[in-house]
């Protein structure tokens, strides 16, 4: 996985435009420093698998596949039942309004067909345009995980938040509405978004005095704490938090503490949890 937003992958026009004779792209195509996507189309050593793949197709990364490159948070795909392992899909490509397809070895791409301005013609797409893919190729819940993250990094500002607003339907102006720009983790924004619909008054990243910043504080009392995959493990961090737990339970706070896997995978669980706690002072 590469993380440049800049693309890799030039047309021989484009190259050419850069001051390297055909003789200098044949010679860099001989050494190995460039790929040859498909005619007239060629990689640096550099680019990812997934951004060949997607020239190969005829377009560049978009989609999801774009908003990884972007570093915007995305939540993982869902967890197979099954034993059988599946074959990873292709990439999502953005194959503007009018490109080709190309016929191309072990093809599992995923294309999208939306114009978009972009300079390069293997550049990605805009992050407005990005997040507008992934709205209607990846439902809302995706959607506004990647909107947060894009907004936090600072990504995604005033007026293009209103031209990406304006080109969603309703669910998805009403996203973009309740989205903020200082959510802390995907996995705050997702929990955010699903209580949501149960009326919970929610607050985050709130000072608690004894314990410190919490990530989600629950009608006034239920501490909510989404262990990420790498600050909670160990002991000493695990005794940090049970001096933090006992620290709120001395102010009358109750602390619930889902990791990753919990909430991603075993909602039903989390959410059990949340509204049964919540009940008990109703
Ligand atoms: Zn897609
Ligand atoms: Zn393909």
């Known amino acids: 996985m590469c993380s440049s937003t800049r693309p890799s992958i030039w047309t021989t026009k484009e190259l050419r435009a850069q001051g390297y004779t055909k003789r200098a792209i044949a ?22 698998d997934d951004a060949f793949t997607a020239a190969e197709h005829g377009g560049s990364l978009g989609c999801t ?16 039942e099954s034993a059988e392992p599946t074959p990873r899909p292709g990439p999502h490509v953005w194959m503007r309004a ?7 070895s072990d093809c599992a ?10 300079r390069d013609a293997f550049g990605l797409p805009s992050v ?31 007026k293009a938040l209103a031209v990406l607003r304006s080109a969603l339907d309703a669910v998805g102006r009403d996203l973009v509405d309740f989205s903020r720009a200082d959510a802390d983790s995907g996995l705050e924004s997702l929990v955010r978004l699903r209580l949501r619909r149960h009326g919970i008054s929610v607050r985050t990243q709130v000072d608690v005095y004894g314990t410190g910043r919490v990530d989600l504080v629950l009608d006034g009392w239920l501490l909510i704490e989404a262990d990420g995959k790498a600050n909670h493990d160990g002991e000493s961090m695990r005794h940090k938090d049970l001096v ?10 109750t602390t619930l503490r889902f990791d990753y896997a919990m909430i991603i995978y075993d909602w039903d669980l989390v959410e059990r949890a949340i509204l049964g706690m919540l009940a008990t002072r109703a």
């Open 98 to 104: 009018d490109r080709h397809q190309y016929a191309h």
């Open 244 to 253: 933090r737990d006992a620290n709120a339970a001395s102010w009358g706070l």
């Open 27 to 48: 010679d860099l195509v001989a050494s190995g420093r460039l790929r040859r996507a498909r005619r007239g189309v060629y990689a640096w050593q550099d680019a990812c």
């Open 65 to 80: 596949d774009a908003a990884e490159h972007l570093g915007l948070w995305l939540l993982p795909p869902p967890e197979d």
């Open 109 to 118: 791409s995923v294309p999208h067909w939306d114009a978009g301005d972009c």
């Open 128 to 158: 407005t345009q990005v997040l507008e893919q992934v709205y209607r190729c990846r439902g809302a819940e995706q959607f506004f995980v990647a909107l947060e993250s894009a907004r936090r990094q600072n990504l995604i500002l005033g």
